[in-house]
């Protein structure tokens, strides 16, 4: 496959802010790629653009000048004009480039984009049901994700009764409190004035709800994200949870088991400051037969997870974190050397493309965690779907 041209342009996220999009013009086409961005980041993760979006795409523009003629034939030859990106342009750019020639290949080759990773395995969706935190601007909850799960090798059902699910919380929100208009945040969670036990409690419901007229096994997952609440050695939480808005780092983890305990909860990502890995350590030695899921802690970084593999036993995978597919591939693969359940996952403010879809199931990772709600994440779940 030649490059014929090579061109970003700037367009909208699913969040109304700028991103990049590359556009890769070979014999049999134009191919898009675009990068997501987070709202709720982790320290660890590159910054998407190095300057100003239209002076990182005027630049960017000139470098893309130097791909016209390459011939790309494998996903080692996108690997390689990765390694050969400039330091001010890895991020957004990156891999938006990356993205666009992974179209553009997939195409030439006549296979689907999974293939230039390995064998297609199912990936099983991780849907959000209840926003909070930064993703909710403040509002309701403290936890920033409340999240449904299936356990089966099902793709179909699993995301049938996820969808089930999801319904039974908007129609108990509308129930429950009459201040619920039915508005979700950037994720397609819904947003409600509930607080952090309430809104475990109601999600709880609509899964035994479901339950009754299901044999799926239904389970229940938080994303504390609670470095967005920790400072100076404590855990700050602004609607309090079992009668505390203050909590020590002991108590966090404590804190931590009550709710697994409690909720029956199978999905616990960052429930500690992205600093502390030995407390991630001890809330996994506390959550037998839990997923402990490291997010901020690891940033799809091979030298973080290198450091802190022994204190978690899953990981998110989220591209843009390190922007470079070269180095999403090395840290999959270290995590199949640790033994790490993988998790394919979104950002706040997506883009239409649904190529992360792919990533998950060429990959081998397990999961998927998406949205439910919003046609930019429907088109990551009806993707699943095709591949089934």
């Keep these: 496959m030649e490059i014929k041209n090579a061109r970003a342009i700037k367009i909208i996220n699913a969040n109304s802010n700028f991103t990049i999009e590359v556009i890769i013009e070979t014999k049999c086409g134009n191919f898009r790629g675009s990068s997501p961005k987070g709202e709720s980041n982790s320290k660890y993760e590159v910054e998407q653009f190095s300057k100003g979006i239209d002076q990182e795409i005027s630049a960017f523009n000139e470098y893309l000048k130097k791909l016209i003629g390459r011939t790309i034939n494998s996903i080692n030859d996108i690997f390689t004009i990765e390694k050969e990106i400039p330091p001010e342009f890895i991020g957004g750019p990156s891999l938006s480039l990356s993205y666009a020639l992974i179209y553009a290949l997939s195409n030439d080759l006549n296979k689907e984009p999974y293939d230039l990773f390995g064998k297609k395995h199912n990936v099983i969706p991780v849907c959000k049901m209840i ?40 129609r108990l929100l509308e129930k429950s409190t009459d201040s619920f208009l039915g508005g979700v945040d950037p994720e397609g969670g819904f947003i409600s004035g509930l607080d952090n036990y309430e809104s475990l409690k109601l999600v709880r419901e609509a899964i035994e709800n479901i339950i009754k007229e299901s044999s799926m096994d239904i389970r229940l997952g938080i994303d504390f994200a609670a470095s967005t609440f920790y400072k100076d050695g404590k855990y ?12 020590d780092r002991g108590e966090q983890i404590d804190l931590t088991k009550k709710l697994a305990d409690e909720f029956d909860i199978f999905f616990v990502e960052d429930p500690v400051d992205q600093t502390l890995p030995d407390d991630y350590a001890e809330i996994m030695k506390n959550l037998n037969g839990s997923m402990v899921v490291g997010d901020d802690l690891t940033a799809t970084t091979p030298e973080r997870l290198e450091k802190v593999h022994s204190s978690i036993n899953a990981t998110l995978i989220k591209p843009n974190q390190v922007g470079l597919m070269y180095k999403v591939k090395e840290y999959s693969d270290l995590a199949d050397k640790f033994k790490i359940d993988k998790v394919v996952s979104h950002r706040s403010e997506e883009t239409a493309i649904p190529i992360i879809s792919d990533v998950a199931a060429g990959l081998g990772a397990k999961y998927l965690k998406v949205g439910i709600n ?13 591949l089934d």
């Design 131 to 170: 926003g909070g935190g930064l993703h909710a601007s403040g509002l309701g909850m403290d936890i920033q994700e409340i999240l449904v799960t299936t356990i089966t090798e099902k793709n179909k059902e699993s995301i049938d009764t996820t969808l089930k699910v999801y319904k039974e919380v908007k």
């Design 236 to 247: 700050y939480y602004r609607r309090p949870i079992y009668g505390k808005s203050q909590l």
């Design 374 to 386: 919003r046609g930019e994440r429907i088109e990551k779940i009806n993707r699943l779907i095709e």
